[in-house]
C-alpha cells in the first residue's frame, strides 16, 4: 500500500497520522478500525484547532490511507468535509489575474500584422486553453 504513495504525500500525511494515533491513544480506540462517530469527534476537535478545509481534507486522506472501511468516504464524514468548506472555504492560489492584453499591446512592435496576430493567437491560447 505505501509503494504506491508518493514520498511526498507520505511526508504531508505524517503530522495528521501522529495526531490521530495520539488521539486514538487518548480515547482508547483502534485506529485502524474508528466508528464514524469517533472519528467525527477527531475532526471536530481539529477544526477547532486549525479552522481549515485543507487540513481537515489532509487528514481525512490520510486516515483513510490506514482505515479498513476506508472512512473518509462515510456520507457523514463527507458532509462533515463539505460544511467546513462551506463555513470556511478555500482562497484561492492567486489573489490576482493578470491582463493579457498589456502582453498583446505591447507585443513585437513593428514586425507585420501577421507576427502580431500569430503573437496574440499563442497568448490567447495560453490563458483560454
Partial sequence: MLASTADSTIRQYTKPLRDWWSYCQSERISPFAPSSSQFLSFLTREIERTMSYLAINTI??????????????????TRFCKGVSVLNPPRPRYDYVWD??????????????????????????????
Fill in 100 to 129: 493579457p492584453a498589456l502582453v498583446i499591446d505591447r507585443g513585437p512592435q513593428g514586425t507585420g500584422g501577421a507576427y502580431a496576430a500569430i503573437f496574440s493567437f499563442i497568448i490567447f491560447s495560453k490563458t483560454v486553453g
Fill in 60 to 77: 481525512r486522506s490520510a486516515v483513510s490511507l490506514i482505515t479498513h472501511s476506508g472512512i473518509g468516504n462515510h456520507a457523514l464524514i
